[in-house]
């Protein structure tokens, strides 16, 4: 009998590869993808052993038809203002349904004090999974390469400038490659059962630095512009960002400028068996992003 695993907020950027990386696993698995449009989930009918189905976190008839016959969950909720009550709210059909492990991906440090707030947020969800008796198992990811994709490449190809405000401070982010990889060990794995895993990439780098690889990838120069926070703020204002978000983006820059976040862990290589893709690998293989 196969196994059925929820891969939720799978069109998103970790979701995505967590679902894609299972679906290539010789495994008698049956990947079901949760997504909250299903248009926006098309792409992913094509992958083997993968089923898709529509869930809104916040509409509770999707949540039971989406944990239906789920054994195992990778669950993702987005940056959001309400993401604490979305994710409570997953946890009480996971448990409704009798899933047997929840993966939950949190953050680095969620657990630190006094910590920030994007941490606070991921730490009162894993203790609302501590509490409800489910078997699980906490990603705690530094940030992701990809946010440089997300976020900086559209700065990068109009003006060859990566603005932040984040000084020469480093931080050991991560490819998104490599959560995934992970995941996928921990669901079909085992003795991964009441652990939490600090997750990073090979090396800190500085946002100057990430500039100049950028820049040496692309074959172009790519400028790094220090920005003051002030600044940052009416620039993300003017994006008609939440005060909430520029809040918790803010301190993270500054915890970031901070070096507050460059420990690396070796816990990918220790999960996988290979080391983590290093920033300039990543760059290389997302180039076309950059130019
Ligand atoms: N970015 C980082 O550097 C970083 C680092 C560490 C941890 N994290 C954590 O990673 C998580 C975000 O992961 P991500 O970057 O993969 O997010 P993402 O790309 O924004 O994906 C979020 C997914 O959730 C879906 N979604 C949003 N609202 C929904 C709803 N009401 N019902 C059902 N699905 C919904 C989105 O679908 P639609 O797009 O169709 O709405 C999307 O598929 C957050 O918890 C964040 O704190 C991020």
């Known amino acids: 009998m196969h196994k059925t695993i929820l891969v939720t907020g799978a069109t998103g950027t970790i979701g995505k590869e967590v679902a894609i990386q299972l679906s290539m696993m010789d495994e008698d698995i049956r990947v079901r993808a949760g997504v909250h449009s299903i248009i926006k989930g098309e792409n992913l009918k094509r992958l083997p052993n993968v089923e898709v189905v529509e869930m809104d976190f916040k509409d509770q008839d999707s949540l039971h038809a989406a944990f239906t016959h789920v054994d195992k969950v990778f669950m993702v909720t987005p940056f959001a203002k309400d993401q604490v009550e979305m994710a409570k709210t997953l946890v009480d059909e996971a448990k409704r349904k009798g899933v047997k492990h929840l993966v939950k991906l949190s953050v680095i440090y969620a657990d630190a004090e006094p910590g920030f707030m994007i941490g606070h947020w991921h730490r009162e969800i894993e ?117 909430w978000m520029i809040d918790a983006m803010l301190e993270l820059e500054s915890a970031y400028r901070e070096d507050r976040f460059s420990e690396t862990t070796d816990t990918v290589q220790q999960l996988t068996g290979r080391p983590p893709h290093s920033f300039q690998q990543f760059v290389k293989d997302h180039q076309k992003c950059f130019e």
């Open 127 to 243: 203790k609302y999974i501590e509490d409800s008796g489910i078997t699980y198992t906490f990603l705690r990811p530094s940030s992701f390469m990809q946010n440089y994709i997300h976020y900086d490449a559209e700065s990068i190809k109009n003006e060859g400038r990566l603005y932040h405000s984040t000084g020469s401070g480093k931080i050991a982010s991560i490819d998104v490659r490599d959560i995934a990889a992970v995941s996928v060990e921990v669901l079909l794995g085992s003795g991964h059962e009441g652990k939490a895993y600090e997750l990073t990439g090979p090396e800190a780098i500085s946002n100057p630095e990430a500039a100049q690889i950028i820049g040496e990838v692309s074959g172009r120069q790519v400028q790094y512009v220090d920005v003051p926070a002030d600044a940052a703020r009416s620039a993300m204002l003017k994006k008609q960002m939440p005060d």
